[in-house]
């Protein structure tokens, strides 16, 4: 089983709205990852997680906030968004080491209004 | 540098081969990948291929990597329908954290 549960599917939202995003995977994987993609567009990184750990934040604003209570899930608090927030989130997980395959959601696809 | 580039579209008849290109500027990559993205779906991965190879064969799939150039290539034979969508090159190196770094994405039409 492959398989990286993202929800909801979509997502609309207020600019003063305060919505969470959640993934969970059942891989025994120990890094977990939130990429945003704009139409067309490679997935940039925002935030890894290894070990239930951020290991890397890539600058993201505050409004983003990640959280990886267990290591099977990882969600992403969204507070304040701005219209160009607007995107398809799509979470990711992989071992730590060896090959490093990054296994992807669906993704969730986020409107802010 | 953390280049990695591709050309963005290409269109091939149904039953023909696809060839789509990507090139890389970090010599310390590790593995690289190639991942397929359907029009509203997540990112699924095809193959991939360790640095120290120079091909690597999985059905109807070809990928060949030219370290010296760092060319990376992916091959789809007989091309269908269904394999329309965009692909994505990737790669890791040691020492990146995990971190992969994506190509621009090469948009493939299979035309009948």
């Known amino acids: 089983d492959t398989e990286v549960t993202q929800t909801p599917k979509h997502l609309v939202m207020g600019m003063t709205n305060k919505k969470s995003l959640k993934c969970e995977q059942h891989?025994?994987?120990?890094?977990m990852y939130w990429y945003k993609q704009k139409a067309k567009k490679p997935p940039e990184l925002m935030f890894v997680?290894?070990?239930?750990?951020?290991?890397i934040n890539e600058s993201v604003p505050s409004r983003f906030s990640p959280e990886c209570p267990n290591s099977s899930l990882l969600n992403l608090h969204l507070h304040a968004l701005q219209p160009e927030d607007s995107a398809l989130y799509l979470c990711?997980?992989?071992?730590?080491?060896?090959?490093?395959?990054?296994?992807f959601g669906a993704g969730t696809r986020l409107s802010v209004l | 540098g953390e280049d990695v580039e591709q050309s963005l579209f290409l269109s091939v008849r149904e039953g023909d081969s696809s060839v789509i290109n990507c090139t890389y500027t970090?010599?310390?990559?590790?593995?690289l990948y190639w991942y397929k993205q359907e029009p509203g779906a997540g990112l699924q991965l095809l193959t991939y291929?360790?640095?120290?190879?120079d091909m690597k064969q999985d059905q109807r799939l070809t990928v060949l990597l030219n370290k010296k150039d760092k060319h990376l290539s992916l091959r789809i034979a007989d091309t269908q329908t269904g394999d329309s969508a965009i692909y994505f090159c990737?790669?890791?190196?040691?020492?990146?954290?995990?971190?992969?770094?994506f190509g621009t994405g090469t948009q493939l039409k299979v035309e009948l």
């Open positions: 990711a997980s992989s071992t730590t080491g060896g090959k490093n395959i990054q296994y």
């Open positions: 891989m025994g994987h120990r890094a």
């Open positions: 997680y290894s070990y239930e750990k951020l290991s």
């Open positions: 970090d010599s310390s990559s590790t593995y």
């Open positions: 291929i360790f640095s120290n190879m």
């Open positions: 990737a790669e890791i190196f040691t020492g990146g954290g995990n971190k992969l770094t």
